[in-house]
């Protein structure tokens, strides 16, 4: 009798601790959990659970308890959900709580047990307040909405298909398209890139994974509003641990810029064609870019070949020569 009892004894603080230890365990992880009892229609919570919900444990549960908690914009689709997963489907839901007056985010994530016959036994679920990374979101919606480029994150899968699970408001104006056509599958943005592009970009995507190095580089999109448009992107690569590689940066219309420099060198081009046409030796010196600029009668008068001597400014000041001057 006492060695049976001792072994109670253990098994009870044991039983204590195990519960003391889930306990700490949710409120570190502000994770509260629950169960449904079918027959009496109640909801068996863990303490992180009420006073996530700001209950008290005395308070006796039920769904049409908790339905009166959830926020009032809310309540339809959350109600809808649940009863969805009465049927079956999954029940994996992000809703809001009215809790002392305050706003509360919460996750919710349930499994639900039926018999043969389909009728509802019982279930367990879990209740995970995430406010902290609503309100880090809202702040990062809010900056993103600021800048003219998009901030995104773009995935890489391992068996070689792609998505972008984030993007900023302005992906619209990006890409012609919004984040539910991008968010499991990024071949529509693929489709769209100039088919001279696409194999650049899809290699260097390849060797930004392989050496997890960044990613950069500049390609024409065919924008279904804008036509032709040129974008610029620049990403950071982070290995996930199912091997997938996951980028996070930004993407930027560049087509202003392309076109002026594009301009820039048609006139550079017209304008060293006419140099090289003039018999007379000239040269131009552009300070501001620190090159210079030499029409081929300048570079034959000096004994030059055309391609002896170039257009930058050191070696053009390399060839200046001081002729002294004796008093």
Known sequence: MVITTGFHRQLAEALWESRQDLAHAQTLAQIGSWRLNVARNELIWSDENHRIFGISKTTPMTYEAFLAIVHPDDREYVDRMWKAGLRGEPYDIEHRLVVADKVKWVREKAILEFDNKGNLLGGFGITQDVTRRIDLQDQLTKVAASVPGLICSFRLRPDGSAC?????????????????????????????????????????????????????????????????????????????????????????????????????????????????????????????????????????????????????????????RVQPTYV
């Open 164 to 320: 972008m699970p984030y993007a900023s408001p302005v992906i619209d104006s990006i890409y012609g398209m919004g984040i539910e056509v991008v968010s499991q599958d990024f071949n529509p943005v693929f489709a769209r890139i100039h088919p001279e592009d696409i194999g650049r970009i899809h290699a260097s995507i390849a060797e930004s994974a392989r050496s997890q190095q960044p990613w950069r580089d500049t390609y024409r999109y065919n924008h279904p509003l804008k036509g032709e448009v040129w974008h610029e992107g620049h990403s950071l690569p982070i290995r996930e641990a199912d091997g997938s590689i996951l980028w996070h940066g930004y993407v930027h219309d560049v087509t202003e810029r392309i076109n002026a420099e594009k301009a820039l060198q048609e006139r550079i081009d017209r304008y060293e064609l006419v140099l090289n046409g003039a018999q007379d030796a000239i040269w131009d010196w552009d300070v501001r870019n620190r090159r210079v600029n030499y029409s081929s009668r300048w570079k034959a008068l000096r004994g030059y070949a055309e391609h002896e001597i170039g257009n930058s400014e050191e070696e053009w000041s390399d060839n200046i």
